[in-house]
């Protein structure tokens, strides 16, 4: 018999959960691989922590205690390759987190996933700051076998994250009780336009570059690529001045953030000298769409005026 209307609830889905934030997402992957034996993730050697969020990557880690293990980053953030095949071989290996740092990936995401399918290793993809949700033709966030997204770092409400299911053959159970998205933060994610936000974030970033370009007392850490959603506006600043400018900025009612100005204690300068070196620089300056050109050259203003004032 022919239907009269549409009767499959399981085609044409997005594979999309939603949740209270990007960290009860990720918390919920590990916890569903971890039901039938102790899984041992493979993270990224960059991860802060502060006293106000904790840590959005490393938390959920520890509620679940599962086995961990940390793989290297080059100095734009991209994967060290060699270090994780050098991990993968040890066999040991179930999970592999992927971070796209401020919404930037500069790793190959072809081959990681490769890397991943030959070894027998789940790949999850770290969105929170890179939202490419909605987007015709998204790339990022569809390489893993699970990918997961923070909402509140991209639309204006205090909560939500989303967590997206990209191989079908692993099932992850539904959220439930408080870990679900909240209906007013779900009206929000529905009703957002998100293609023109990331427009405004593409056009801030710009604005950014082309007054910071000539600033020798920093580094812009990644140019602008056409497949781009800046989640903030990351540099470096030299010469061991981050503190002091963040400081100064934030005296003169320019707040900012550090990501991550302070590590886990798990991670060592030792072993991670290259992602210590950037703690040690990292100032990131809003891109949201709610900041405009006058925040912006204001901002610049404060930047150039403080180094002026340390010269
Ligand atoms: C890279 C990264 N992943 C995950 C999270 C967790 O995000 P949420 O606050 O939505 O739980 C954060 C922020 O804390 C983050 O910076």
Redesign the pocket.
Known sequence: MISKSAYNTKANKLGLQFSS????A?GHIINSLSKDKKVTLLLPAYI?RNDK?G???FDPVLEYDTNYEFYKLNEDLSVDILDLINKIKSGCIDVILV?H?FGFCRSDMNVIQKLCKDNHVILVE?C??AFHLGRTNQVLGNYGDFS?Y????YLATA???VLKTNNPSIKLPNFDGDKKMEYTVLESYSNSNFQEIARIRRDNYLFYCKHLKTNNHLEIMFNLEVDDIPQTFPIKIKNGLRERLYFFLLENDMPTVA?YYRMIEELSSVDFPTSFAISDQILNLPVHQDTNESDILKLVDGINNFFNSVN
């Open positions: 934030n990007a960290r009860t990720w802060g969020e840590s959005g990557i971070v740092y770290d929170a700051h997961f923070s909402v509140h770092k909560s939500g994250g990501l």
